[in-house]
């Protein structure tokens, strides 16, 4: 379940949807420039599961992942990726469900939406068209994000980003991104360029390949906060994305897909006795380092995170790596924040206890378990405060009298319920100028 925020501003009316009082739609959470937005990556299955499989599947994921303050998924659209490189891939290819047909899957199991990588250069010709249709119209996915061939040398046969975008641009209830590489712009200084370029075909937003080289993502945010105030324009989102890395193969794999890993940082990882856990402090490092060093630039950030690993460590470490980098994020705005749960369904119980059927709750505070406060939450006033003002409906959809299946939201402020509650007690006063710059 989506994390509660202000109503949507940026956002045109064609891009807001119906929702209930404690969600908001993943479109409108990555074209809101006002809050950060945080996204958690995975792979589909391999292509020819059965639907049950596919469930299954999902079902694991989400409950591995339910605690993560998530305002959504992103669905990778995998392709072998012909000349690439001449390096050998480091894991075979192996063709996978349709990302589109996946994030209905998991948006059945979670309640959540999904951002659907879609490569479109290597499309069938003839039936682009025809996956787009179903991918909106039987799947309910609103949210793309665009990626153009593997190589400038090769010739595809699908449609050009541009003609997508366009194409896109006409369904008022969706809305597109596309992949940004800072590395490019070490190599070419022109990428700035090609964000704005990509900003006049519609897209909302941009995800970053996997991080591990801080520098280039700092010069490319600064010189695009620089570019979009000299023309006059308002900058689009960027999501900063980190993969945790605990093996060698793995570390092969990242670079095969053309990021960037320092000589230095690749030892230091894999010369770790505890090599995973060594990745998600270097990483958790480097995204302070970005933070801090492009404050003021303008540009609105989000995070994600890759979780595309079979292995227990790597997985375990992705969530680890969420929470660390969300809470960086969340601090840099300076803002008081904090975290709240919401049962995804009333019918799934694993208990013979009805907590639903009790009209009047006794003591709410006192019948949730403890809870931690982040940092820059007020310390007083207990939790009982946060349901102040409440009506009975919306004080069980909270999950009061303690709740099972939980799913972790965040709220940015010290507003529940989309500003229709009563606010938290007033905390301190935040630092000014923390945010995006503006």
Not at 3 to 27: E, F, I, K, N
Not at 146 to 169: E, F, H, M, R, W
Not at 189 to 207: A, D, R, S
Not at 365 to 386: S, Y
């Amino acid at each position: 379940v989506h994390g509660s925020v202000r109503p949507h501003r940026a956002c045109t009316a064609a891009h807001r949807r119906s929702h209930a009082t404690m969600d908001v739609g993943l479109v409108d959470a990555l074209c809101d420039y006002s809050r950060p937005v945080f996204l958690f990556g995975l792979t589909p299955p391999l292509e020819g599961a059965t639907q049950d499989e596919l469930k299954e599947t999902a079902r694991k994921f989400v409950e591995r992942s339910a605690t993560l303050a998530t305002d959504g998924f992103i669905v990778y659209d995998i392709q072998e990726e012909k000349g690439r490189t001449p390096e050998p891939r480091p894991f075979p290819f192996r063709k996978l469900d349709d990302p589109s047909h996946f994030a209905k899957v998991l948006k059945d199991v979670s309640g959540k939406e999904s951002v659907v990588y879609k490569c479109v250069a290597e499309s069938d010709p003839g039936g682009f068209d025809g996956w787009l249709n179903k991918a909106i119209d039987d799947y309910g996915v609103n949210a793309y994000n665009l990626v153009g061939g593997a190589s400038s040398a090769n010739q595809y046969s699908g449609p050009t980003i541009p003609d997508v975008a366009a194409k896109l641009n006409k369904r008022k209830q969706c809305a597109h991104g596309g992949v940004t590489i800072a590395e490019r712009h070490i190599k070419k200084g022109n990428e700035h360029e090609t964000l704005v370029k990509k900003g006049e075909l519609g897209m909302q937003w941009f995800i970053s390949q996997a991080i591990y080289d801080p520098e280039p993502m700092i010069k490319l945010l600064k010189e695009y906060g620089a570019l979009c105030r000299q023309r006059n324009i308002e900058p689009k989102r960027v999501v900063l994305t980190f993969a945790p890395c605990g093996r060698e193969k793995t570390m092969r794999f990242i670079k095969w897909l053309g990021v960037t890993v320092p000589e230095d940082i690749e030892r230091e990882i894999l010369d770790a006795e505890d090599k995973v856990g060594k990745s998600v402090d270097l990483l958790c490092a480097m995204c302070k380092k970005i933070l801090d060093e492009t404050k003021g630039c303008g540009v609105p950030l989000g995070i994600s995170v890759e979780s595309v690993s079979i292995f227990k460590n790597e997985i375990n470490a992705a969530h680890e790596l969420f929470r660390r980098t969300q809470s960086m994020l969340l601090d840099f705005l300076g803002e008081p924040w904090l975290v709240q749960y919401k049962l995804v369904s009333k019918g799934v119980k694993r208990t013979s206890f009805d907590y639903g059927s009790r009209k009047s709750p006794a003591s709410p505070g006192a019948a949730l378990p403890p809870v931690k406060e982040p940092k820059a939450a007020k310390k007083e006033g207990g939790i009982g405060g946060l349901f102040e003002g409440l009506s009975e409906e919306e004080q069980k959809k909270l999950g009061i009298a303690g709740a099972v299946g939980v799913v972790v939201g965040f709220i940015l402020g010290a507003v529940l319920g989309g500003g229709k509650s009563k606010p938290v007690a007033p905390a301190p006063e935040p630092p000014k100028n923390k945010g995006w710059g503006k």
